[in-house]
């Protein structure tokens, strides 16, 4: 039996290695057997699908896979397969990095946290809604990891600062109740005379005989009750951060990496699709979504972790002693910030003006100034254009300005070397996570080699019979597909899998691809459940004295919230937006750029 048990210890130790060799073995006869382009092609995708769920290797190490196996195969050309690694949108998820690496260089985005927390207030509901707000927004720029990295421990010293000013005020309070206690039993003493005195600490009371409280038992019950009190709090708060860090980067193109993914694919598969996925109509159907799901995930946290006692929670008049102590370290890491420097200004405003621009290059209802200047014959300029030229100016800006004499002399008039940039290229190159470029580049190839082998033409067709449901039903569906296996996958893999298979099922039924495929893109971002499906999930977990079934309670219903809220607005102000109404022309050609 104990053999028995080392071999099988032996086996899991190495699981990843068996994986790997087994795999292509196991899957081979699918090439052998149906020897045409679509089955090796399918046999590259499943074994990367494979690979890629297991994390036997490197996601992008996997994404490699298509430069070594299409060749092989011949599926596609080397050279045609590598052109697919380095696409518009990977320029774009550059850009957009940069500006990420470049705020949190500076610290701007810790600034921004504070001030918000500042105005929001320390009561439980407003905090947890503050934390929310702030996660949320930030997340809609810089990294989800980074956001909850940064925030979590802000929660957590303003917490551990409630829970000991409150058990001071607590301790006062009792101390001056046993002294006013011990007072009016001194007097009760000397009135006191024929009465015989009990001889035990038991009073009888209704026939039960019960023990008189003393003041130890009344500290000890409280501060039991206090520590239950603030251990769900602190639950409560971590999950709140690390939830709305990923609904929050639902809302920007550049927020996470599976939008990044839609946009690629859609300019892959769909190439006369004039651009229909941009920064600002992106924005336009996912920022409303992301204030929904926000909203309606902090309703049901609080109900979670906090009651519904809208008067304790929210508070009113004046603020007690513990809520500014509280407060106060707040105000305390702000000052620890400093006043603005220059360089913090310069990001700032490179930021804002990123963002202005991304907004008005084709905003739709008014030609852009991408369409004015540039884009009169064909797409010249894109947001991946914007983006790169944006963060060129973070290695072109100094980040600070000489305070004395003219530019580059002291005030005694003494030569001194020039300021270095807002960012140099060390501080980008341990912080750019250059796997997610390879990832994205990876799913391009195989949106390409699924294309040309006829694979996709084959998936279409063996998915028309869903043309008899209805579409809201295969919207629903599909999200629901999609949000569970992002949960024990990542969520890029997940999107450059699935995206592909809708776009020809779409295609195939004659329905919008959009309908299906911007629900489940954003779905494959609502991984709540299990600490492994996200890195904020992981972080939060090992912070917040989690255990995995308040993540699975929690995360279960927000996941239902999520689901409902994206098909609500696919059916609603996205319908119209897009509309979804009609299957459009440039859905007909499906034949991707060579």
Known sequence: MGSLFNVFKWLWYHINYIIIFVTPLVLLPLPLVIPTPEARCGYVIILMALYWCTECMPLAVTALLPVVLFPMMGIMKAGDVSIEYLKDSNMLFIGGLLVAIAVEHWNLHKRIALR??????????????????????????????????????????????????????????????????????????????????????????????????????????????????????????????????????????????????LKGQMDKLFPENGGVINFASWFGFAFPNMVLMLAISWLWLQFMFLGFNLKKSFGCGIKSDRDKEAYAVMRGEYKKLGGMKFAEGAVLTIFILLVLLWFTREPGFIPGWATVLFNKDDAFVSDGTVAIFMSMLFFIIPSRLPTFGSYGFTEAGKLIKAPPALLNWQVVNERMPWNIILLLGGGFALASGSEISGLSKWLGESLAPLQKIPPFAISILLSLLVATFTECSSNTATTTLFLPILASMATAIQLHPLYVMLPCTIAASLAFMLPVATPPNAIAFSFGNLKVVDMVRAGFMLNIIGILCINLGINTWGYAMFNMGTFPQWANNTHSQP
Request: hydrophobic residues 40%.
């Open 116 to 261: 918000v927390l500042l105005l929001v207030g320390v009561r439980p509901s407003l905090l947890m809604m503050g934390f929310m707000i702030v996660s949320a927004f930030l997340s809609m720029w810089i990294s989800n990891t980074a956001t909850t990295a940064m925030m979590l421990p802000i929660a957590h010293a303003v917490l551990q600062q409630l829970q000991v000013t409150e058990a001071r005020a607590e301790e006062r309070d009792l101390q001056t109740a046993a002294e006013d206690n011990l007072g009016f039993e001194l007097e009760s003493k000397e009135e006191i005379t024929d009465e015989k005195k009990p001889d035990t600490k038991l009073q009888l009371e209704n026939g039960v005989v019960q023990p008189q409280v003393t003041q130890e038992s009344m500290q000890d019950s409280w501060r039991k009750a206090m520590e239950a009190k603030y251990d769900l709090l602190t639950k409560g708060m971590s999950l709140s951060v690390c939830y709305s860090a990923s609904i929050g980067g639902t809302a920007t193109l550049t927020g996470t990496t599976p939008n990044l993914i």
